[in-house]
């Protein structure tokens, strides 16, 4: 017994000619459309990056020009409202940099730097419960690589509010997630020595001095305890090391203008 063999009548090829042409009329068209899109989509990104760079540079009437653009090219792009929300907040148009802040949120919910950028502008202006909430989960988020960032802002933010115990647990939780993240060593050192708890501020900073680089503001910070101690070996020794390893820095200038002032 021979296989069947499938075949085509006449009818059914002209049939099957007669769709194809608009099949590739659908195809052409969608291909268009896309590349249309990634064309608004590409437009818009460089927009903003234009944008923040003049932002960045205090050139905000140039900063609006590009993410106005950036905006109207995607507006469905929720990093470009989170950077038209700091535009608004350097401008001082609250209610607008809120709303925009927002907007970046709805349309990008699990978006952590949209929610760190967001938690900042919220300490800033006044509201620690809420900046330090939208801290912690962006920490909490897997997509955030740097949730040791997140918790030493946080812990910023707690201080400038005066609540210093819950600020030192921050600057400790993000030492445990990064033990070598000197911003935060810094901030508990210098926490605990506003505080006068000067023991506890000179073993925090050579506990991270004698295992990671050295910083200026680390420094700078232990120098300022052996002075507050009158511990001048120790003094002259962290300033020495100041001068040698950061001799252009900040810090070394204000070491040279410290005098003989403790504080």
């Known amino acids: 017994m021979t296989?069947?063999?499938?075949?085509l009548s006449p009818r059914r090829c002209l049939l099957a000619g007669a769709l194809a042409a608009p099949v590739l009329a659908v195809a052409v068209a969608g291909c268009a459309a896309s590349q249309h899109a990634k064309q608004r989509q590409d437009?818009?990104?460089?927009?903003?990056?234009?944008?923040?760079?003049?932002?960045?540079?205090?050139?905000?009437?140039?900063?609006?020009?590009?993410?106005?653009?950036?905006?109207?090219?995607?507006?469905?792009?929720?990093n470009v409202h989170s950077a038209m929300a700091m535009l608004q907040d350097r401008m001082g148009n609250a209610e607008k940099a809120d709303a925009e802040y927002k907007t970046a949120l709805r349309l990008g919910p699990r978006e952590p730097d949209i929610l760190n950028n967001y938690?900042?502008?919220?300490?800033?202006?006044?509201?620690?419960?809420?900046?330090?909430?939208a801290f912690e989960e962006a920490a909490?988020?897997?997509?955030?690589?740097?949730?040791?960032?997140?918790?030493?802002?946080?812990?910023?933010?707690?201080?400038?509010?005066?609540?210093?115990?819950?600020?030192?647990?921050?600057?400790?939780?993000?030492?445990?997630?990064?033990p070598n993240f000197a911003e935060a060593a810094y901030q508990l050192g210098e926490l605990d020595f506003e505080r006068g708890e000067l023991s506890e501020a000179r073993d925090e900073v050579e506990r991270y001095l004698g295992a990671f680089d050295a910083t200026p503001d680390l420094?700078?910070?232990?120098?300022?305890?052996?002075?507050?101690?009158?511990?001048?070996?120790?003094?002259?020794?962290?300033?020495?090391?100041?001068?040698?390893?950061?001799?252009?820095?900040?810090?070394?200038?204000?070491?040279?203008?410290?005098?003989?002032?403790?504080?």
Request: charged fraction near 25%; proline fraction near 4%.
């Open 3 to 7: 296989a069947a063999v499938a075949t």
């Open 43 to 78: 437009a818009a990104n460089y927009n903003m990056q234009l944008g923040m760079a003049y932002l960045n540079r205090g050139e905000l009437a140039l900063a609006k020009d590009k993410l106005d653009r950036a905006v109207h090219e995607n507006p469905g792009d929720p």
């Open 119 to 133: 938690a900042v502008y919220l300490c800033r202006t006044g509201r620690t419960d809420d900046g330090v909430k």
């Open 219 to 263: 420094l700078l910070l232990r120098v300022r305890i052996a002075r507050k101690q009158g511990d001048r070996l120790a003094e002259e020794r962290f300033a020495n090391r100041l001068r040698r390893d950061f001799p252009g820095s900040a810090q070394a200038r204000v070491l040279a203008s410290l005098g003989r002032d403790p504080g």
């Open 140 to 178: 909490h988020n897997p997509l955030y690589r740097t949730p040791e960032v997140a918790y030493s802002n946080a812990g910023v933010c707690l201080r400038a509010a005066k609540r210093d115990t819950q600020a030192a647990m921050s600057f400790q939780q993000a030492l445990q997630i990064k």
